[in-house]
């Protein structure tokens, strides 16, 4: 693919991006996921060569990476697959999906992290055997206790005889590595883990965390592994899980009209609780009001938005709630 643009008189060829591989370790260091370069900037700076005699400039720059990209990603959304689809492809590529769900067998000192209630997942490093399943694990608070095997989210590979008092640590470089995971600090929707879906999605080829962490980061050791766990465990936009089995999950990319049915979803909640924080700090900004100063009556009633959800409060207080929502609002306003 290449893009003709013209400036100044001169043109200027943007040539397609380098693969998905070379521009992870462009941004990463190969173990530990940091810059190569003192700066971000550095590490993405245009770089220019051309020919002499006035010969045509070629331009490797940020911007002929963006357009290059976007444009691969609107010829991917014109694909249209279902799940199932993508699953019959991935079984006539040869995939050998049961290969990849073998379960590492616990041992002392493995580095896992298991999910603590419904809503809570630990990294705990393994003790010893309770009973013939569970397992004592020391986690990441020091609390030692025993887990049962359905618990285990995730066995980060590479790891052994892992010392308990070092989790921490760990924590904070999968936090700093995962920091630097936008590729562009003006364009944060353009993340690796979006990178990625486009190359698995034209390929149509399933992933596992460790086959993440080579591509986005050029390494599947401990680090870059657990973060591409972290990465695809919480993304609820690009890929979905196709296999499971005990801690091994494998990953397909959605299909391209799924994605944007996602992301659509995901705008529109991240407004409605904007529009929600804003509404509180209003009614917390007028409660802090000296009396005589406070916004009168009437202005709570002009803008609809703002009329519906005093409503809405109004009901919950005299317990005449019409609806769900109105009760849903009440739940969610705290000042």
């Not at 643009?5 to 530990?32: D, E, H, K, T």
């Not at 070092?166 to 562009?184: G, T, V, Y």
């Not at 883990?193 to 486009?198: C, R, T, Y």
């Not at 996602?262 to 991240?270: C, D, N, P, T, V």
Request: aromatic share 6%.
């Amino acid at each position: 693919m290449m893009t003709i643009r013209a400036a100044n008189g001169c043109s200027s060829v943007l040539r397609s991006p380098p693969p998905l591989r070379a521009l992870g370790r462009l941004c990463f260091c190969p173990r530990a996921g940091t810059p190569r370069t003192s700066s971000r900037a550095a590490a993405l700076r245009c770089e220019r060569t051309s020919s002499g005699h006035g010969g045509a400039a070629r331009s490797y720059c940020v911007h002929s990476l963006v357009e290059s990209v976007i444009e691969e990603i609107r010829e991917s959304r014109r694909r249209r697959h279902t799940g199932s689809a993508a699953r019959m492809a991935l079984a006539r590529s040869g995939e050998l999906l049961e290969d990849k769900l073998v379960n590492r067998a616990l041992e002392k000192g493995l580095l896992l992290e298991f999910k603590k209630d419904s809503e809570k997942v630990l990294l705990a490093v393994t003790q010893r055997p309770d009973g013939k399943k569970n397992w004592m694990v020391s986690d990441q608070n020091g609390v030692t206790s025993s887990i049962k095997p359905q618990q285990i989210t995730f066995i980060v590979p590479g790891v052994e005889n892992f010392d308990q008092n070092e989790i921490s640590d760990f924590l904070q470089r999968a936090e700093d590595n995962l920091a630097s995971n936008f590729l562009f600090g003006f364009m944060q929707d353009l993340t690796l883990l979006e990178f990625a879906w486009v190359e698995l999605l034209e390929k149509n080829k399933s992933v596992t965390a460790e086959e993440l962490a080579e591509m986005i980061f050029g390494s599947s050791e401990p680090l870059e592994s657990y973060c591409a766990h972290l990465l695809l465990s919480k993304d609820e936009i690009y890929f979905t899980v196709l296999e499971a089995k005990g801690s091994r999950r494998i990953y397909g990319p959605r299909p391209a009209a799924q994605v944007e049915e996602q992301m659509r979803r995901k705008l529109a909640r991240e407004a409605a609780e904007k529009e929600i924080e804003e509404f509180v700090q209003l009614l917390t900004s007028a409660k802090s009001t000296p009396f005589p100063a406070k916004p009168r009556k009437s202005s709570w009633l002009t803008e609809e938005k703002i009329r519906k959800k005093i409503e809405s409060l109004e009901c919950y207080a005299i317990d005449a709630c019409k609806n769900d929502e109105q009760r849903k609002l009440a739940g969610v306003v705290h000042f």
